[in-house]
């Protein structure tokens, strides 16, 4: 019964179902409440403002991977600048929230930016200071907003003065809110915020510019507690630093709540939340101070989540449901290699493809310190072509394609693609003129699909911001189709198709190596460097890979440097083999000609004297 | 017959879903000196560490003397006379070449006659640690760390010596000291079991080799044999071609 | 400020900067063992300052002193045991989050005490460590025997973990076994019970801290202590959460500086703790961020 209730809601559109669910829910709560009277309304506005407020961490911490406890001081911050703005300045109600929300965005930034240099844990003592920072100077001190337990006024808007019709507010702020964080969650901004949370490094290749994409976060972030903060100063009517939530304490309370919903899905916020407010208002007995219950909840209770389940109850949720999805649809859903189908023409998206490129390296020779790892090299790639270096460890292969991709700098030589010289140019110039080299480990954005992995390569083609993401303007649609088209072609390319919606951290790690390849393809690359693509494939997967690679090379064009030292792959997929030693070349031909050479054996298998490897330096 | 010094068997180990080690059966008799050989990524160290304790293992069996220890970790090995130099970096950068020496014995390290005794072993082997006793052991050269790594091994008067390569990262005349060492151990009377990159070295003071790649020992044999013969190399170069 | 409150103030930060130093000690002792940004060290420290009190009502307070140490040492062997060395392979936030977590969870403890035994209502207090009533004079400053000792008990403190780690075996080996963890236990280094007996050894420091800087004024709430943790933990960011010697001295230094800016007046005075806080913090983070870099990430390796 529940399984196929699962099944169905798949089919639907998860999203969907869940959405509407949501919404009705909240609609006949909020129908029920305001019916019903002060108290229940007065209680429920409390819970859309927290969830508000844990929203805020779920951008901070679920996105982009920072630990905040400062939330309940952004939540101050939002309920006295809101406070102020209406006695002080007497701006309109939903004008001085949204100042609110401004201000606390510009604190949260102001105190994000050393995140971007600094090591978290010296960020988190960082964090820890500002609160103090915040406490003495904003709330307590005289100088501003009313000092110490004098309360600022915050005066309910006349046309939403009682509890019901402002619950209704709240709720109208919630929905929202709730609405635009899932659009541009989904969409180009909050996917790079992801992947920047998943993987800095890889995201940074792809052209993220993880600053930019975390400030942003920290903005955005601010400005939804901020107008959480605005709201709650509403709730209560005025604020003052005995309002008692915007401490230390608090801020960690609420770091530990939200962690145990699980930031990573936004709903965490509404459990965390809804255990607030519930725990709150339960008839505690003895236990008078049911701050202690909370406490016990946020504290152990995130320790033990966090010990089974680093994503929280959402995430334990989530997980139960793809169990009983995978039990019910296992024989749809099992893991196999996908029969290789031969192609004769490219795909239609393909059809723009740029084609491979004529790769010229000349007497490249590369010195670090004493060691001489490449003497004298030269190498030639015709467009189309695949070419694979074979050699022991230290040869001198991985070095050349570093030399080529721009990550070594050569002592001397050229290398030119269709006659531009690439040493002239920065890595990422490379980059762009379609050089694109393989790492040996799989760089991956563990929590994303393997489509939203592709889909981050395209970030730099994109150009839709947060709030046309957030609203889905129509330039943000077509963007958005037209990357998921290109996406769609390249996945084809490498039968990927099957394995579009599933989590990277699910896959086996040969079908990551693909969604790998398929990233590297989503750069339209003239040029592919691959290092040891086989490397921790077991046998069959390696052998798998192929056909795989000549079918790359066939529908795409694309000129391939294949440095692997598995022979038999090195010797199916190459056009030519060029057998590296001791940083020179020993020998070049067809796979058959280089492996019927003695010499290459030998100095495959390191037989050769270590004498040879002169000048070598103690490391 | 008895048991062989050092049996192990069937040892599997994973990173994650990254399969390293897939069955591995490898035997040390006493005093013999075994060469286990491969690419690299080939699971040699992963190999080496799983059977020492300090990496867990998906399974198999580390036998000494015919007795289980498998999973009891390095303390059980060195009471048997089993150590194991880990490869790459493997000093305590800050500490004093002495202080190396002396959290190197401290199993044994209220016995200070024991401990006096070797340390001028080892001292009377490795002068050129004499003279350094008191420079932090980041300062030392890249050989005269591996002689640091060697002497932190020999206070254990091993029987069974388990070396992640000896010779990686150093000039050839250093190598050249190093193996000399290695080479008077094994003459003393010292099993060895060795990671080597390069045959020619290897071949220099083992009797037996494995040969790992893909997580499974695709060839075992005398390391001279292997060395000697060119077709037999081929067949084990190529084995991976002939699918 | 006026010039002759210039001394008295230094004298009450000396005895700030001790129990910021105490705490420091701890936050570092546990940094070099696991890697772990001991946030919860505030808790353990108020769990047995509060355990101390009350068992001084029943107790001689030489002996309530010894079970309070006890008791953090206890807390502290636990988190590691149960929580901490399950995590050691996680990232570093993972290890922030439950350190946060950790200590959030003790002061639920905390609060639990205080309510069953009535100290929330500020119910019958008994002896301080050194009589509450003798005090000391120096400089036009007014000090409690306590306040007097804490600065020397800090140094007292450093001065034996300095011992124990460069001169003793069993600092060798915690040092070994943080600077290098695979070699350490190939070398047969029980690294676990050393680990174990390092973190015992931060309840113990925590326990201390607690215990000296409770007096019969002092308000026991669940976070008591945890600002001063804080400040602990900046002082120790100056020595990248490893050097002992930067650590105390940074420690002192923002007992001082807080203490004397008590002298200027308002706003300063009011915001005492963030001025010194932030300046610290700078110091630290625009001195140190690379020795920092790569404490974190051999941190991060044990």
């Known amino acids: 019964m529940i399984d196929s209730l699962l099944v169905r809601m798949q089919a639907v559109g998860e999203r969907k179902v869940m959405g509407a669910v949501a919404l009705g829910g909240l609609g006949l709560l909020l129908l029920w409440t305001t019916l019903s009277g002060n108290y229940e309304s007065f209680q429920l506005a409390r819970f859309c403002i927290f969830t508000l407020l844990f929203l805020s961490l779920v951008v901070i911490t679920g996105q982009a991977g920072v630990i905040s406890l400062l939330t309940a001081a952004y939540f101050g911050v939002g309920a006295f600048g809101a ?38 844990a010296a960020f988190i003592v960082m964090t820890l200071g500002f609160v103090s920072l915040i406490e003495e100077v904003v709330f307590t001190n005289d100088w501003c907003c009313g000092g110490g337990a004098v309360s600022v006024p915050a005066p309910r808007p006349s046309w939403a003065e009682s509890d019901p019709s402002y619950l209704l507010l709240c709720a109208a702020f919630l929905v929202g809110t709730f609405a635009f964080t899932v659009a541009w969650r989904r969409g180009r901004v909050g996917r790079a915020l992801v992947a920047t949370r998943d993987n800095p490094t890889a995201a940074e290749a792809l052209g993220v510019n993880v600053v930019k994409a975390r400030l942003v976060a920290f903005a955005v972030s601010g400005f939804i507690a901020g107008t959480a903060g605005g709201l709650f100063a509403g709730l209560l009517g005025g604020v003052s630093s005995l309002s008692g939530v915007f401490g230390v304490d608090h801020g960690i309370e609420f770091f530990g709540l939200t962690m145990l919903g699980g930031v990573t899905s936004v709903a965490g916020p509404v459990i965390a939340a809804g255990f607030r407010v519930l725990l709150q208002l339960t008839p505690i007995g003895e236990w008078e101070h049911f701050g202690l219950l909370l406490f016990f909840v946020a504290g152990p209770g995130t320790v033990l989540v966090y010990l089974r389940a680093p994503e929280g109850v959402s995430g334990i949720v989530r997980d139960w449901k793809n169990r009983r999805l995978a039990a019910t649809t296992r024989a749809e859903h099992r893991e196999q290699p996908a029969p290789v189908v031969e192609r004769t023409g490219a795909p239609a998206a393909l059809a723009d493809w740029p084609g491979g490129a004529r790769l010229e390296c000349r007497h490249i020779t590369c010195r670090f310190g004493g060691i001489t ?32 991709s721009g990550m070594v700098t050569a002592t001397e030589g050229t290398v030119h693609l269709d006659g ?44 839709h911001g947060l709030l046309s993401g957030g609203l889905r303007l129509p330039r943000a649609r077509t963007e958005e189709h037209a990357a998921r088209g290109h996406v769609e072609a390249v996945m084809d390319v490498v039968d990927l198709t099957p394995f579009a919606a599933a989590r990277a951290d699910e896959l086996s790690y040969g079908t990551l190596r693909l969604v790998q390849l398929a990233a590297m393809l989503m750069q339209r690359p003239r040029l592919l460097l691959l290092d040891e693509p086989a490397a921790g494939l077991a046998e069959a997967e390696a052998r798998a890979l192929e056909p795989l690679l000549k079918k790359v090379a066939s529908v795409t064009g694309v000129s391939i440097v294949l440095v692997e030292h598995d022979v038999a792959l090195v010797a199916a997929v190459s056009d030519r083999i060029v057998g590296m030693d001791s940083g020179a070349v020993l020998s070049t031909g067809t796979p058959a000609e280089v492996l019927a050479d003695p010499s290459m054996v030998v100095a495959y298998l390191g037989l050769d004297d270590p004498q040879r490897n002169e000048e070598a330096v103690p490391s | 017959m008895s048991a062989p010094l050092f049996e192990a068997q069937d040892i599997a180990a ?144 091993p029987r069974l010596l388990i070396i992640d390569e000896l010779s990686l990262g150093l000039a050839p005349t250093v190598i050249e000291q190093l193996v000399e060492v290695v080479v008077d151990l094994h003459a003393s009377g010292v099993a060895l079991l060795v990671v080597e990159q390069r045959l020619a070295t290897a071949a220099r003071f083992t009797d037996r080799a494995y040969f790992l790649e893909r997580g499974k020992v695709q060839f075992e044999g005398a390391t001279s044999e292997l060395h000697n013969r060119g077709d037999l190399v081929r067949a084990v170069f190529l084995g991976g071609t002939a699918s | 400020m006026k010039a002759d409150l210039i001394w008295p103030f230094l004298l009450i930060g000396l005895s700030t900067g001790g129990l910021y130093s105490l705490l420091g000690c701890g936050v570092v002792l546990a940094y070099r063992a696991s890697g772990y940004l001991h946030i919860a060290h505030a808790g353990v420290a108020m769990v047995s300052a509060i355990s101390y009190v009350i068992l001084a009502r029943h107790l001689p307070v030489g002996l309530a002193l010894l079970v309070s140490l006890g008791i953090g040492a206890g807390i502290a062997t636990a988190l590691y045991r149960w929580v901490f060395a399950r995590l050691e392979t996680a990232t570093m936030a993972a290890k922030v989050v439950v350190s946060v977590a950790s200590g959030v969870g003790l002061q639920a403890v905390g609060g639990l005490l205080l309510i069953n035994f009535g100290l929330l209502e500020g119910g019958p207090r008994s002896g301080t460590l050194f009589p509450e009533s003798s005090r000391v004079t120096i400089f036009g400053a007014s000090l409690t025997v306590q ?70 004024s002092s308000f026991l709430i669940p976070t008591y202590l945890f600002a001063e943790t804080i400040r602990a933990l900046a002082a120790s960011l100056t020595g990248a959460f490893t050097n002992l010697t930067r650590t105390v001295i940074a420690a002192f230094v923002l007992g001082i500086l807080e203490q004397e800016l008590v002298g200027f007046e308002t706003p300063w005075n009011a915001m005492r703790g963030a001025v010194s806080f932030a300046l610290i913090t700078l110091v630290a983070i625009f001195g140190l961020s690379r020795q920092l870099e790569r404490s974190e990430r051999a941190g991060a390796m044990s």
């Open chain 1, 83 to 120: 406070a102020t703005a209406l006695s002080t300045y007497h701006l309109p109600f939903l004008v001085a929230v949204f100042v609110a929300g401004l201000v606390t965005a510009l604190a949260c930034v102001i105190v994000g930016l050393p995140v971007l240099r600094l090591p978290p």
């Open chain 1, 373 to 404: 790892a490449l003497d004298n090299v030269d190498l030639t790639v015709e467009p189309g072509e695949v070419v694979g270096l074979l050699g022991t460890n230290g040869a001198g292969k991985s070095t050349l394609i570093n030399v080529i």
């Open chain 1, 420 to 463: 531009v010289d690439l040493l002239a140019l920065q890595p990422y110039e490379r980059a762009r003129m379609g050089v694109s080299r393989s790492f040996q480990q799989a760089q991956m954005f563990s929590s994303m699909s393997v489509l939203d992995n592709l889909l981050v390569a395209e970030h730099p083609g994109m150009h």
């Open chain 2, 14 to 157: 994973s990173y994650g879903k990254l399969r390293v080690l897939d069955g591995v059966t490898v035997r040390v008799d006493a005093g013999e000196s075994v060469a286990l050989l491969g690419t690299n990524g080939a699971g040699k160290s992963t190999f080496l560490r799983c059977v020492t304790g300090v990496q867990p293992m998906a399974g198999g069996r580390v036998l000494i003397d015919g007795e289980d220890v498998t999973s009891e970790g390095p303390q059980a090995l060195l009471a048997r006379g089993v150590v194991h130099i880990p490869g790459g970096h493997c000093t305590f950068p800050a500490l004093s070449v002495g202080e190396s020496l002396r959290v190197a014995m401290w199993p044994f390290r209220k016995d200070t006659a024991r401990v006096a005794a070797a340390e001028e072993r080892v001292f009377a082997r490795f002068p050129i640690l004499a003279e350094r006793r008191t420079q932090s052991a980041g300062s030392l050269s890249g050989g005269q760390q591996q002689m640091l790594a060697l002497a932190r091994a020999l206070v254990h008067d």
């Open chain 3, 147 to 216: 306040q007097f000792a804490l600065p020397i008990v800090a140094l007292g403190v450093y001065a034996t973990m300095q011992y124990l780690l460069l001169r003793t075996d069993l600092g060798l080996a915690l040092r070994a076994s943080s600077q290098n963890p695979l070699s350490a236990s190939l070398a047969g280094l029980p690294s676990k019970r050393i680990t174990t007996l390092a973190w015992a050894g931060t309840g113990v420091l925590a326990a201390l801290a607690g215990v000296l800087s409770v007096s019969v």
